[in-house]
């Protein structure tokens, strides 16, 4: 129920006396209604959508009383104040809410349905005749309601009375301080949702928006009275003994010295600066279930206090993905003192109870092992000194809280960090402990002395025998030109010495380390150019001049897969990017797909099939490159999985066909698993010590596969990976001298398989059968087919006429 302001709270401002006694009368009114109806209130708002908010953003009320509640004379909008230019909209007649229930009211039906897969109880707009839609309430405000991402209000009426309302982000309009913003995908949750303190402290960040459902469970946050925290809080009260802060969204006041700092820059070249401070030694709450650390993030200013200053902060508090910090609105630092002594180190050990020390210095004791390599982002990842050499992640359910990520003070520049690899060993990890996308992490403060182990043995790549050839798959790791074609940051533009230095990585890997392939699947290309440059500088290595077969993609960064072969060996018939259509919000952009209304491109870079001729004997590969987990790995599931199911609809009624590229997901995922239910892995026959491909925060694990359809597991001689990548320090991505040439061209491992090949049917008169070509999923034309191919294309039906006369022309050539 919303109370006055003034009355809560006697320092909020409100300007206008009429208004004041306006809201006094509404909350006597609504006391008395809300008791006979039952209870409603706003429990979740979604503003700050990935989409376009004027059509995706939604808000949900609840009935939290005990009876049935007639909607017909409820508005619900973002206007304030009657006469306004904002929006209020009214139910339609005869809607009702029960006990309990929660309902959905969203701009459009439509693109509610693709986030969420299923219709909102009601609609602004009119996308979808069969969810009513709302309808203007004139007699408050004309006009359209859209909630500002920066801060906004919602107000919840009945018959112009107001019943709840709340304000977010840079608004104070009904109490103060206001319900923290969020990021683009997240929504705003009252928790429990049927709190109603009339204060910032009934609502909590969502990072995954849950429309149509609320949370019950829980105690009710008391908000802060501003007038007492002149009694500063310890830290540790702050933080509290749960995963979320008690004083979330509230105002708090405290004094602390500043631990150490921390500059991050973004995808999109922003650089924002967070400072850590701990309990002056001896003000502790002496509680070990709390932590006396915590975060304030300044955005983008830098920080003029430096480690060893005592500080009084006031701000928010709030949380960032289970991080507590203060929020860089309103935030007020004051510098008392100068060179304290700082808070002593807490030893930590991986796999513990972490929580309680999260904001606080902490230290590792020992020499720590390496588990995943110094990264771009001045980073690598350890394990305790008695701990794994290695951890795996087979799914996502694995647990990786054995794994420590050990960042730089800047991730702008690694100047001073190591340069370690996986094996290495580090001393003297030292600084405040985060917690940052689902890991804990220390950002490190101590002076490192590092044991450097020795560089493996090189592995042979696997020999085929006469009757045999070999197929990998090789990511290229954004293998870009220097040519500005975006104007985006997001594409790399090397310069022509790191290019150079790049391409001449790859070669050593596909010629040396592969030993040239008759098959090689790649991805993270940026054009056609640049992989008949790579073609021509392992052509002295292998003896021949790889074909390239592309096709350009839709992908945003412009990336692509295509595949390479021996032409001595193969012979590519057809090769086609075969789109697919989703009711999932995509969000991508394909000119070559016309898809049915409601639905997207599936794919930003579509599976290539490249139909083609081994020695004669014929193969479908289908090269593809999955949905990353940028925007997160749960939040990212769903499309990986439609890609999946997409490619066994594609691949239904072949025969000898081949799955490769980089599937962007765990071996034993929900996704590889659709694939499983009709394809073998190949790489399955490795080791599970040797089965990974990707290191990832520490965890190492396979994303890229080799999977063969029935028709060809028997076929299947050996599998390996070579692992010369995924175990190095990126910085060796630029280093030819001869002991490192052979490391980390890319950041994935090479998978690589041996095929034996069946013997040949003896030779048949030469006769021609038309062939009619089979049904495709593709609703585009297929590009013409490659040069030198056969004028007549043939589709690949194991056993049927196609693949006979593929191999009988095949034959005729070779004899002329």
């Known amino acids: 129920m919303y109370h006055v302001s003034c009355v809560v709270n006697p320092k909020s401002k409100i300007k206008n006396p009429k208004l004041a006694l306006v809201l006094l009368l509404s909350w006597l009114l609504v006391g008395w209604q809300t008791s006979a109806n039952g209870r409603l209130l706003i429990t979740e708002v979604f503003y700050d959508t990935p989409g376009a908010d004027e059509e995706t953003e939604w808000v949900e009320i609840a009935n939290v009383g005990e009876v049935v509640v007639d909607l017909s004379d409820w508005q619900v909008g973002d206007e304030e104040t009657a006469g306004g230019g904002e929006g209020m909209m009214r139910f339609p007649d005869g809607a009702q809410i029960l006990p309990g229930q929660a309902l959905v009211v969203a701009q459009t039906a439509v693109r509610f349905r693709q986030l969420y897969g299923f219709n909102p109880d009601f609609e602004m707009q009119d996308s979808d005749t069969a969810v009513p839609d709302m309808r203007r309430y004139r007699l408050w405000a004309d006009g359209d309601i859209g909630l500002a991402n920066g801060g906004d209000e919602l107000l919840l009426m009945e018959d112009g009375v107001i019943v709840d309302a709340i304000n977010y982000g840079d608004s104070a309009a009904y109490f103060s301080p206001a319900i923290g913003a969020v990021t683009t995908g997240q929504s705003i949750e009252r928790i429990p949702a049927d709190c109603d303190t009339d204060s910032a402290a009934d609502w909590r960040p969502q990072r995954v928006p849950t429309p149509a459902q609320i949370t019950l469970t829980g105690e009710c946050a008391a908000p802060i009275n501003p007038a007492l925290l002149e009694d500063l809080l310890p830290i540790g009260q702050i933080q509290g003994a749960g995963d979320v802060s008690p004083f979330v969204n509230q105002i708090v006041s405290f004094r602390g010295v500043v631990i150490g700092a921390y500059a991050d820059r973004n995808a999109a070249g922003i650089t924002f600066y967070t400072l850590f401070v701990q309990d002056i030694p001896g003000f502790e709450d002496g509680d070990p279930a709390t932590s006396d650390g915590i975060g304030l993030f300044l955005g983008r200013e830098r920080p003029s206090a430096q480690p060893g200053d005592q500080a009084r902060v006031t701000g928010q508090v709030t949380e960032f993905f289970g991080f507590t910090e203060l929020d860089d609105g309103g935030l007020q630092i ?177 010629g040396v380390t592969l030993s040239c392939p008759a098959l090689v699947a790649v991805q993270e290309v940026e054009n056609a150019p640049l992989l008949t440059a790579l073609a021509e500088e392992t052509a002295a290595m292998c003896g021949f001049t790889y074909q390239v077969t592309h096709r350009e993609s839709a992908d945003g960064r412009g990336i692509d897969v295509a595949l390479l072969s021996d032409p001595e060996r193969v012979a590519v018939q057809t090769a086609v990017l075969r789109q697919g259509c989703t009711v999932l919000d995509t969000g991508i952009e394909d000119e070559t797909m016309d898809c049915p209304a409601g639905q997207q491109p599936l794919f930003s870079r579509p599976p290539l099939q490249v139909d083609v001729l081994v020695d004669g004997r014929a193969y479908i590969l289908l090269v593809n490159h999955f949905k990353s987990k940028r925007g997160g790995e749960v939040e990212t599931t769903p499309r990986r999985i439609a890609q999946a199911q997409h490619l066994l609809a594609l691949t239904d009624g072949m025969e000898r066909v081949i799955l490769l590229g980089d599937f962007n997901d765990y071996e034993q995922s929900a996704a590889m698993q659709v694939l499983y239910g009709r394809f073998a892995n190949a790489l399955f026959a490795i080791p599970d010590a040797e089965r990974y491909s990707f290191v990832f925060g520490g965890a190492s694990q396979l994303i890229d596969g080799i999977l063969l359809s029935p028709a060809l597991a028997d076929e299947l001689v050996s599998a390996a990976i070579l692992h010369v990548n995924a175990d190095f320090p990126d910085a060796w991505g630029m280093d030819l001298s001869p002991e490192r040439r052979p490391y980390r061209a890319t950041d994935h491992d090479l998978p690589v398989v041996v095929m034996a090949q069946p013997a040949l049917p003896a030779d048949p008169a030469p006769t021609v059968t038309a062939v009619s070509e089979p049904p495709t999923s593709d609703p585009t034309p297929s590009p013409d087919p490659v040069e030198d191919a056969p004028s007549l294309s043939w589709p690949f039906i194991g056993g049927g006429t196609a693949v006979l006369l593929a191999i009988l022309l095949t034959l005729i050539r070779r004899r002329k």
Do not use: W
């Open 334 to 510: 004051q510098v008392e003192s100068n060179q304290n002594a700082l808070p002593d180190a807490i030893h930590i050990t991986p796999g513990s109870d972490l929580e309680r020390y999260e904001g606080m210095r902490v230290r590792l004791d020992g020499a720590a092992q390496v588990v995943g390599p110094a990264f771009s982002g001045c980073g690598f990842a350890v394990a305790a000194p008695d701990g794994p050499a290695r951890l795996f992640r087979r799914q996502l359910d694995d647990p990786i809280d054995q794994i420590l990520q050990i960042l730089h003070t800047s991730d702008v520049d690694c100047a001073g960090f190591p340069d370690v690899k996986v094996g290495d060993r580090v001393e003297g990890l030292a600084g405040p402990l985060i917690y940052h996308f689902d890991q804990y992490k220390i950002v490190n403060h101590g002076s490192l002395a590092v044991t450097t182990a020795s560089l493996p043995p090189l592995s042979a790549p696997p020999a085929p025998t006469a009757g045999q050839f070999t197929v990998a798959t090789f990511n290229l790791e954004n293998y870009f030109d220097s040519v500005d074609d975006t104007g985006t940051d997001a594409e790399p533009k090397p310069t022509a010495v790191e290019l150079a230095t790049k391409q001449s990585k790859l070669a050593y890997a596909l």
